[in-house]
C-alpha cells in the first residue's frame, strides 16, 4: 500500500486502458452494454489469454 | 474558535479629476490574488489602489491548500512568516475504497527542500494576513464596499465606475487589473466570456468544528458505507478545523442537500462510521461544480485579468489559487516594468501569453483528476469502480487514483525562456520553476537560509563557483537597466570555505556550498550561471559569465518580453 512506483510506460498504459474503455462503454447503446463489454472480453481471450490465464482472470474479476 | 472576519468601514474619496494624471493601477478584488499583486506592486514602488465591493475579507474556509511554489511567492512578498505560523504542513494522503484503503502516497519532499510540499490555511485567513500586511505598506490602498460598476477604455487611461455608499464615482487608471473572481463584473462589462468544460457533479464543502485524533493528511473515501455511491474528502485545518467534501449524487436536490439538516445528516453518518465520540459544529458550507475554462487573452487594452477572473480549473489537485498566485507573482514585475516605464506594454503581451499557456498546462493535469473525482458518465463511473475494485491486486491502477497535487507550471516555450546551451538533458531546463533550496550564506556571519529568500522579488543570477567580482560587474549593469521595476541581485556560490568567509561584496550574496548541494538539487556544473525571472522561472543557464554576454542585449530581451 506504500506510495506507488510503477514504470511511467505502465501508468501510461492503465491511464490509456482507463480512459479508453469508459470512452467506448459511453459510445454503445445502453442496452448493448454487456453484449459489448463480452466481445471485448472474448477477443482479448482469444487473441492474447491462453486458458489457464483466462481462467484465472474470470476467478479474479468475480472478486468484488 | 472559527475565523470571524475584521469588518472595514468605506474611505470616503473623490472621482478622479479629469485633468489630473490617471492613477498608474487600480485592482478590482479583493481576494488572494488581487491582494498578492497589490503587494508585489507596491514592493515595486507602483502606487495601487485595490477595490472591493464587500467589507471584509472572504468567509469560509475555500481554497484551503497552497502549495509550496505558492508559500514561496507569499514569502517574496513579505508574509511567508505569517502563513508559517498560521497553516498546517502536510505531505501525505489516504484513499480507501468502501471501508478498504487502497492508496497510501505522501507528495515529493528531499533533504534541502525548505518547505512542506503543502500546507493547509482557510482562504479568509489568507486574505486577512495579506490586509493586513497592506495597511502596513506604502503605496497601497484597499477601499472596502466599492463595487465597480464597468470598465471603459479610453484613449489612455480606463474609466472605472464604482458604486460606493456615498453615491457613485469614478476612477481613471492607466492599467486596471481584473481579479474579481469567476463571476468578474469587469470580464462582464468588457462583453468577454470564458469558454472550456464543466463537469458532471456537484460537491457540497463544508468546515466543520471537530478534536479529532486523525492525522494531518488527505483522506477520501470512495463510496463508503456511510453514504453510499458518494465521495468524500477530508482535510484538517489549523484550530482544530476539518474540511468536508462530498459529492451529491445525480438525482440529489441540490437546494435540500445544501439545507443545514441535511449537511449535518450526511456528515454525522460519516463521522459516527469512523467511530467518532467527539461532539462537532458545522461552521460554513457552500456548494461546488468543476469547471475548465479560460478567456482567450488575459489582456485587453488596458485591462488585465487574473485568477479566476481568467481562467477557472477544478478544485481537485488545489490548483485554483495556486495558479491565481503564479498569475499574481508575474504580472506584478512585469506591469511594475511598465508602469515604471522601463519595459513597452508587449512586456505584458508576454504575461497574458505565459499564463494562458499555464492555465493549459493545470487542466491537462487536472483532467484526469476530474474524471476520476467526479465521473460524469456511465462509462467513467463504471471504470473508476473497477479500478478501485482491482487496486490492491494491480497497484499500477493505484496511480489513477492518486491526485496528482498542484505543482508549479513551467514557461519552457515563451519567448523569455532562452533556450538550453547544451545538448546533454537536464532535470532543470530554461522555463522551469527552480525549486527553492536550503543554503548557507557566508557573508556577514554565516547562517542558514533559502535560495528563496535570498534571491527574493528580484531578478537573480546565481553564478556557481564563479568569480564574485566578475558577477558584481554583470549585476550592477543588469541593475542600471532593469530597476525600478525589477530589482537584480547576484548570488555566488564557492566551495572553499576558506575564501567565502572572508569575502564582502556589496553587489553579491555569498553562499557556502563546499557541500555541494545546491549545484546537485540545481543539477548544475561548476561555473555554470543561472538567471532566475522575479517571480522564480528559470530564463536560462549558461556555462559561465561570459556566456551571458552583454547585459544590455539581456536586459532588452526582459524588458521586451523576449527578443533575444
Known amino acids: 500500500m506504500s506510495t506507488p512506483a510503477a514504470p511511467p510506460e505502465h501508468i501510461e498504459h492503465a491511464e490509456f486502458a482507463w480512459r479508453t474503455l469508459s470512452e467506448a462503454l459511453d459510445s454503445v447503446p445502453e442496452s448493448d452494454r454487456e453484449g459489448f463489454l463480452l466481445r471485448l472480453a472474448l477477443l482479448a481471450a482469444l487473441d492474447h489469454l491462453d486458458a489457464g490465464t483466462l481462467t484465472e482472470l474470470v476467478a479474479e474479476a468475480r472478486t468484488r | ?564
Open chain 2, 1 to 564: 474558535m472559527y475565523f470571524t472576519p475584521h469588518r472595514h468601514g468605506f474611505t470616503p474619496f473623490a472621482s478622479s479629476p479629469p485633468d489630473a494624471a490617471p492613477e498608474p493601477v487600480v485592482i478590482v478584488g479583493a481576494g488572494p490574488v488581487g491582494l498578492a499583486l497589490a503587494l508585489g506592486l507596491a514592493r515595486r514602488g507602483v502606487v495601487v489602489t485595490v477595490l472591493e465591493s464587500g467589507d471584509s475579507v472572504s468567509y469560509g474556509s475555500r481554497a484551503i491548500c497552497l502549495s509550496r511554489h505558492s508559500l514561496e511567492v507569499l514569502e517574496r512578498l513579505g508574509v511567508g512568516e505569517r502563513f508559517a505560523e498560521r497553516s498546517l504542513p502536510w505531505t501525505s494522503g489516504r484513499s480507501f475504497h468502501r471501508d478498504t484503503e487502497v492508496l497510501s502516497f505522501a507528495m515529493p519532499h528531499e533533504d534541502g527542500d525548505v518547505r512542506a510540499p503543502m500546507v493547509n490555511i482557510s482562504q479568509s485567513e489568507a486574505e486577512q494576513i495579506l490586509v493586513d500586511e497592506i495597511e502596513a505598506t506604502d503605496h497601497c490602498t484597499a477601499r472596502w464596499r466599492c463595487r465597480v460598476l464597468d470598465c471603459t477604455e479610453r484613449d489612455d487611461h480606463v474609466g472605472v465606475r464604482v458604486e460606493t455608499p456615498e453615491g457613485s464615482r469614478e476612477l481613471r487608471a492607466r492599467w486596471v487589473i481584473a481579479a474579481d473572481g469567476a463571476r468578474s463584473t469587469v470580464r462582464e462589462s468588457l462583453v468577454l466570456r470564458m469558454s472550456g468544460t464543466s463537469y458532471e457533479g456537484r460537491y457540497v464543502i463544508a468546515d466543520i468544528h471537530w478534536r479529532a485524533p486523525l492525522p494531518t493528511e488527505r483522506r477520501v473515501w470512495f463510496d463508503p458505507p456511510s453514504n453510499p455511491g458518494s465521495t468524500i474528502i477530508l482535510h484538517r485545518q489549523p484550530a482544530d478545523i476539518w474540511r468536508v467534501d462530498y459529492q451529491l449524487g445525480p438525482d440529489d436536490d441540490p437546494e435540500v442537500e445544501t439545507t443545514e439538516e441535511r449537511i449535518r445528516e450526511r456528515i454525522t453518518r460519516h463521522l459516527d462510521w469512523l467511530g467518532n465520540t467527539e461532539p462537532w459544529t458545522l461552521e460554513w458550507s457552500s456548494l461546488y461544480r468543476a469547471h475548465s475554462s479560460s478567456l482567450d487573452s488575459y489582456l485587453h487594452g488596458r485591462v488585465l485579468f487574473a485568477g479566476d477572473a481568467a481562467h477557472l480549473v477544478p478544485i481537485f489537485g488545489v490548483r485554483g489559487l495556486n495558479s491565481g498566485l503564479e498569475d499574481a507573482d508575474t504580472l506584478a514585475w512585469t506591469l511594475s516594468s511598465v508602469v515604471h516605464g522601463t519595459a513597452g506594454p508587449e512586456l505584458l503581451r508576454t504575461y497574458a501569453a505565459e499564463r494562458r499557456a499555464a492555465w493549459r498546462q493545470y487542466v491537462d493535469q487536472a483532467e484526469k483528476s476530474t474524471l476520476f473525482m467526479t465521473p460524469g458518465t456511465h462509462g467513467y463511473a463504471m471504470t473508476r469502480d473497477a479500478v478501485l475494485t482491482l487496486a490492491n491486486r494491480r497497484p499500477v491502477l493505484r496511480e489513477l487514483i492518486n491526485p496528482r497535487q498542484s505543482g508549479a507550471t513551467h514557461s519552457r516555450t515563451s519567448p523569455l525562456t532562452v533556450g538550453a546551451t547544451e545538448d546533454e538533458p537536464r532535470s532543470l531546463v530554461p522555463g522551469d520553476p527552480v525549486p527553492d533550496h536550503a543554503v548557507r550564506v557566508a557573508a556577514g556571519g554565516a547562517r542558514t537560509s533559502g535560495l528563496n529568500a535570498e534571491r527574493g522579488p528580484d531578478l537573480a543570477v546565481l553564478a556557481l563557483d564563479s568569480e564574485p567580482e566578475a558577477l558584481a560587474d554583470k549585476v550592477a549593469a543588469l541593475r542600471a537597466r532593469l530597476a525600478p521595476g525589477v530589482g537584480v541581485r547576484g548570488l555566488a556560490t564557492s566551495r572553499e570555505a576558506a575564501r567565502v568567509h572572508g569575502a564582502a561584496l556589496p553587489e553579491t550574496t555569498l553562499l557556502d556550498d563546499s557541500a555541494e548541494t545546491l549545484a546537485r538539487a540545481l543539477d548544475a556544473d561548476f561555473g555554470e550561471v543561472f538567471v532566475i525571472r522575479p517571480a522564480g522561472l528559470l530564463l536560462g543557464r549558461f556555462p559561465d559569465l561570459e556566456h551571458l554576454g552583454r547585459c544590455d542585449a539581456l536586459a532588452d530581451h526582459v524588458l521586451r518580453g523576449g527578443s533575444r
